[in-house]
T-cell receptor, first 118, second 112 residues
Framework: GAGVSQSPSNKVTEKGKDVELRCDPI?????LYWYRQSLGQGLEFLIY????????KSGLPSDRFSAERTGGSVSTLTIQRTQQEDSAVYLC????????????????FGPGTRLTVL | AQSVTQLGSHVSVSEGALVLLRCNYS??????LFWYVQYPNQGLQLLLK??????LVKGINGFEAEFKKSETSFHLTKPSAHMSDAAEYFC??????????FGAGTTVTVRA
C-alpha cells in the first residue's frame, strides 16, 4: 500500500518568507509525527498528533513553527519568517496509534522535505 | 531524558564482511531502542526494535542487535554485508512515550 508521502520534496526560500510543508500519512493511521534533521544533527522531535487529542507541541523550536492536522489525516507544518537555521530535512511519520503502549507503535516515515533558506 | 550516541559517522566494509554499527544510549527510565535504515531519497525504515522481551533482537535483511544494559549499548550487526546494505543507519531511543530521540546516523558503504 501507499506509504507516507510528503510535499514538496525540496523547497528553497528566502529568509523571512513563510513556508508550508505537507504530509499525507498512511491511510487509517491516527498518529502523526513531525521531526527535523539539521546538518550534522540527529533527528529531533517536533510535534505529535493523536486522533482528536490536543497535539504535543513540546518539540517546536519557536513560535514561528506551527502545525495542524485537518480531518485527522493530512498535516501541514508552517514555518513563518524563515531563518537560515531553519534549513533542514523535515520528516513526517505516522503510526496506527492503536497500541496500548504508544512507544511501541512502529513509526513509518516519509521521504522528507529538504528546506533551504537562503 | 533519553539520548543515543552513534560511534562513527561513516563505516566502510567489504562485501561479505561483518557489519558492526555501534550505538550507546542514555536513559533515565528503561529504554526502548530502535534501528532505522534510510536509503537515498527514501523514508526511514524500521530494521528492528528492542522492547525488553529479549536482549537479542533479530530484524529484517539479516540484521540483529543485542541489548547490553551493563554497557548501555545496542550495537547493530550483520554477518555478511551485501551491496544493497549501503545506506544510512540511525539508532533511536524512547522512554515511556512516543518521542524518539535519534543518533546522528552512520553511513555505510560496501566495497565490491
Amino acid at each position: 500500500g501507499a506509504g507516507v508521502s510528503q510535499s514538496p520534496s525540496n523547497k528553497v526560500t528566502e529568509k523571512g518568507k513563510d513556508v508550508e510543508l505537507r504530509c499525507d500519512p498512511i491511510s487509517g493511521h491516527t498518529a502523526l509525527y513531525w521531526y527535523r534533521q539539521s546538518l550534522g544533527q540527529g533527528l529531533e522531535f517536533l510535534i505529535y498528533f493523536q486522533g482528536n487529542s490536543a497535539p504535543d507541541k513540546s518539540g517546536l523550536p519557536s513560535d514561528r513553527f506551527s502545525a495542524e492536522r485537518t480531518g485527522g489525516s493530512v498535516s501541514t507544518l508552517t514555518i513563518q519568517r524563515t531563518q537560515q537555521e531553519d534549513s533542514a530535512v523535515y520528516l513526517c511519520a505516522s503510526s496506527t496509534g492503536t497500541s496500548g503502549w504508544r512507544f511501541l507503535d512502529t513509526q513509518y516515515f516519509g521521504p522528507g522535505t529538504r528546506l533551504t533558506v537562503l | 531524558a533519553q539520548s543515543v550516541t552513534q560511534l562513527g559517522s561513516h563505516v566502510s566494509v567489504s562485501e561479505g564482511a561483518l557489519v558492526l554499527l555501534r550505538c550507546n544510549y542514555s536513559s533515565s527510565v528503561p529504554p526502548y531502542l530502535f534501528w532505522y535504515v534510510q536509503y537515498p531519497n527514501q523514508g526511514l525504515q524500521l530494521l528492528l526494535k528492542y522492547t525488553s522481551a529479549a536482549t537479542l533482537v533479530k530484524g529484517i535483511n539479516g540484521f540483529e542487535a543485542e541489548f547490553k544494559k551493563s554497557e548501555t549499548s545496542f550495537h547493530l550487526t550483520k554477518p555478511s554485508a551485501h551491496m544493497s546494505d549501503a545506506a544510512e543507519y540511525f539508532c533511536a531511543v524512547s522512554g515511556n512515550d512516543y518521542k524518539l530521540s535519534f543518533g546522528a546516523g552512520t553511513t555505510v558503504t560496501v566495497r565490491a
